[in-house]
């Protein structure tokens, strides 16, 4: 397991200013792995930990790699087989929700070429930003993908996103015209992909991925409770049309 992964236990903080303010904060635990060499777990303890293709993108490429690949091709990309590492979290007992992941990918002579950030809302839907971060590891991009019933689609999207290494320290802030900023932030600390790890974060974060997804819920819905404006959404994005 340890050869090519790792564990991150983190908190998740977000912060919002606007209209009024509010902020919340929940812990859970993240993998990065790279997509060429996905962990393997002993057959009793698999239910905690799988990487499908169906999970990300279209969903229906024969393997994350594939997947991925496809979407760089769209857009001039070819990695020509350089290692990709993927920020994400595992399916664990058959359930997976990934607000954000991310995909640090490298050319064939292990040079940065680019960061894809896979975005999923809790509709079920998937959008892919291709970002081309400078030495801090930070970007820009516009935002065209409905994510909180609490904010339209606009504005733009500044996320500094440096590689993980023995600390994970990421940010993403939402600029939108005449409002401050909204801001969500990811910390952690490195431990090795071994099956204690794993086990004592299974024992400590149980149903990891059901627990952030009941989150933004609860969250989502103490804000409608607070008189916070819905946003209309628009119509629906497929995971086909991920771009």
Same mark, same amino acid.
Request: aromatic share 8%; net charge positive; charged share 20%.
């Given at each position: 397991?340890? #050869?090519?992964?790792?564990?991150? @236990?983190? #908190?998740?903080?977000?912060?919002?200013?606007?209209?009024?303010?509010?902020?919340?904060?929940?812990?859970?635990?993240?993998?990065?792995?790279?997509?060429?060499? /996905?962990?393997?777990?002993?057959?009793?303890?698999?239910?905690?930990?799988?990487?499908?293709?169906?999970?990300?993108?279209?969903?229906?490429?024969?393997?994350?790699?594939?997947?991925?690949?496809?979407?760089?091709?769209?857009?001039?990309? &070819?990695?020509?087989?350089?290692?990709?590492?993927?920020?994400?979290?595992?399916?664990?007992?058959? !359930?997976?929700? %990934? @607000?954000?992941?991310?995909?640090?990918? !490298?050319?064939?002579?292990?040079? /940065?070429?680019?960061?894809?950030?896979?975005? !999923? %809302?809790?509709? *079920?839907?998937?959008?892919?930003?291709?970002?081309?971060?400078?030495? #801090?590891?930070?970007?820009?991009?516009?935002?065209?993908?409905?994510?909180?019933?609490?904010?339209?689609? &606009?504005?733009?999207?500044?996320?500094?996103? @440096?590689?993980?290494?023995?600390?994970?320290?990421?940010?993403?802030?939402?600029?939108?015209? *005449?409002?401050?900023?909204?801001?969500?932030?990811?910390?952690?600390?490195?431990?090795?992909?071994?099956?204690?790890?794993? $086990?004592?974060?299974?024992?400590?974060?149980?149903?990891?991925?059901?627990?952030?997804?009941?989150?933004?819920?609860?969250?989502?819905?103490? $804000?409608?409770?607070?008189?916070? @404006?819905?946003?209309?959404?628009?119509?629906?994005?497929?995971?086909?049309?991920?771009?």
């Amino acid at each position: 397991m340890t #050869a090519h992964a790792a564990l991150y @236990p983190c #908190a998740i903080t977000h912060v919002r200013r606007a209209p009024q303010r509010y902020a919340s904060r929940h812990r859970t635990y993240l993998w990065l792995v790279d997509i060429d060499h /996905p962990p393997v777990l002993p057959r009793p303890l698999r239910p905690l930990a799988r990487f499908r293709a169906r999970d990300h993108f279209t969903g229906r490429a024969p393997s994350i790699r594939a997947a991925l690949d496809g979407f760089l091709s769209e857009h001039g990309i &070819d990695l020509r087989g350089g290692r990709v590492l993927m920020l994400a979290h595992a399916r664990v007992l058959g !359930h997976v929700f %990934n @607000p954000l992941t991310l995909y640090w990918c !490298h050319g064939p002579d292990g040079a /940065p070429r680019c960061v894809v950030a896979e975005v !999923h %809302n809790t509709y *079920g839907e998937r959008r892919a930003y291709l970002l081309h971060t400078d030495a #801090a590891g930070t970007a820009a991009v516009a935002k065209d993908f409905y994510v909180s019933p609490f904010h339209p689609v &606009d504005g733009q999207y500044e996320m500094r996103l @440096p590689p993980p290494d023995e600390r994970l320290r990421l940010s993403v802030r939402l600029q939108r015209p *005449g409002s401050p900023p909204f801001t969500a932030a990811v910390r952690g600390t490195r431990r090795e992909a071994t099956v204690p790890a794993l $086990l004592c974060l299974a024992l400590r974060r149980p149903w990891s991925t059901l627990m952030v997804s009941a989150a933004i819920r609860f969250h989502g819905i103490r $804000l409608f409770l607070r008189g916070l @404006p819905v946003q209309p959404r628009p119509g629906r994005h497929s995971p086909e049309s991920a771009s």
